[in-house]
Nanobody, 124 residues
Framework: QVQLVESGGGLVQAGGSLRLSCAASGRTFSNYLMGWFRQAPGKEREFVAAISWTGGSTYYADSVKGRFTISTDNAKNTVYLQMNTLKPEDTAVYYC?????????????????WGQGTQVTVSS
């Protein structure tokens, strides 16, 4: 059974940093794209960042480019999202997702597996 388990969310002041982790288990993800999405109250789920598990190609939403960094630790089967210079508008539930390579990385429906989400709250 595939599981994606996020951790690392919390409350932080504007300008601060957080690192989210997503521990993956239950299958081989070598041919997969791993993504982070977020959903704020009353808004649709939106793409944040994605990375190919083995190739290392990365993709970012314009709103987080230069502030967030996605990475993987293959030995730990874990995906990270380092979030710096956080803003109140980054407040949302952050979800980790896994989908096959070759699909549209910014589209939520392209991903097969999802974690339960972790709350990130940025105070002003």
């Amino acid at each position: 059974q595939v599981q994606l388990v996020e951790s690392g969310g919390g409350l932080v002041q504007a300008g601060g940093s957080l690192r989210l982790s997503c521990a993956a288990s239950g299958r081989t993800f070598s041919n997969y794209l791993m993504g982070w999405f977020r959903q704020a109250p009353g808004k649709e789920r939106e793409f944040v960042a994605a990375i190919s598990w083995t190739g290392g190609s990365t993709y970012y939403a314009d709103s987080v480019k230069g502030r967030f960094t996605i990475s993987t630790d293959n030995a730990k089967n874990t995906v990270y999202l380092q979030m710096n210079t956080l803003k109140p508008e980054d407040t949302a539930v952050y979800y980790c997702a896994g989908g096959r390579l070759g699909r549209l990385y910014a589209v939520a429906n392209a991903y097969d597996y999802w974690g339960q989400g972790t709350q990130v709250t940025v105070s002003s």
